[in-house]
C-alpha cells in the first residue's frame, strides 16, 4: 500500500485561521504517511477559526462589529517556542529519519 501526500493549493485572500488549519492538517498527513506522530497530535485546534470565518462570510460587514484581527498564520501555528521547536523537529524526523531514501 503506497501512502502518498497530497499537494494542495492556497486560494489567495485566505484567512490566517484557514490557512493554519490547512498547515496543521498537512502536518497530519504528513504524520500518516511517516508513522511519526505530530506535534498537533490527532487535533486541529484552527478547524473552528475555519468555522467562524465560513459563518462570518453570512453576516453583513454592519453586523459584525469589532476589528479584524491582525494575527498572520505564523502568529497562531508558531505561538511560543515550545511549538516551534516540536514542528522543526517533527519534520526534521520525517525528512531525515523516517524518510532517509528521499533525503538522500
Same mark, same amino acid.
Given at each position: 500500500?503506497?501512502?502518498?501526500?497530497?499537494?494542495? =493549493?492556497?486560494?489567495?485572500? /485566505?484567512?490566517?485561521?484557514?490557512?493554519?488549519?490547512?498547515?496543521?492538517?498537512?502536518?497530519?498527513?504528513?504524520?500518516?504517511?511517516?508513522?511519526?506522530?505530530?506535534?498537533?497530535?490527532r487535533?486541529?485546534p484552527?478547524?473552528?477559526?475555519?468555522?467562524?470565518v465560513?459563518?462570518s462570510?453570512?453576516?453583513?460587514?454592519?453586523l459584525?462589529?469589532?476589528?479584524?484581527?491582525?494575527? /498572520?498564520?505564523?502568529?497562531?501555528?508558531?505561538?511560543?517556542?515550545?511549538? /516551534?521547536?516540536?514542528?522543526v523537529?517533527?519534520? !526534521?524526523?520525517? =525528512? !531525515?529519519?523516517a524518510?532517509?531514501?528521499?533525503?538522500?
Amino acid at each position: 500500500e503506497s501512502r502518498n501526500v497530497e499537494a494542495f =493549493c492556497i486560494k489567495e485572500n /485566505t484567512s490566517p485561521g484557514t490557512l493554519a488549519a490547512n498547515f496543521v492538517s498537512f502536518l497530519s498527513r504528513v504524520s500518516y504517511a511517516s508513522g511519526i506522530e505530530s506535534p498537533f497530535g490527532r487535533e486541529n485546534p484552527f478547524l473552528a477559526d475555519v468555522l467562524f470565518v465560513s459563518l462570518s462570510a453570512r453576516v453583513p460587514p454592519a453586523l459584525k462589529g469589532g476589528e479584524n484581527s491582525h494575527e /498572520t498564520m505564523q502568529d497562531k501555528v508558531f505561538k511560543d517556542e515550545a511549538k /516551534t521547536l516540536s514542528i522543526v523537529k517533527f519534520l !526534521y524526523e520525517v =525528512c !531525515y529519519i523516517a524518510l532517509p531514501e528521499i533525503s538522500e
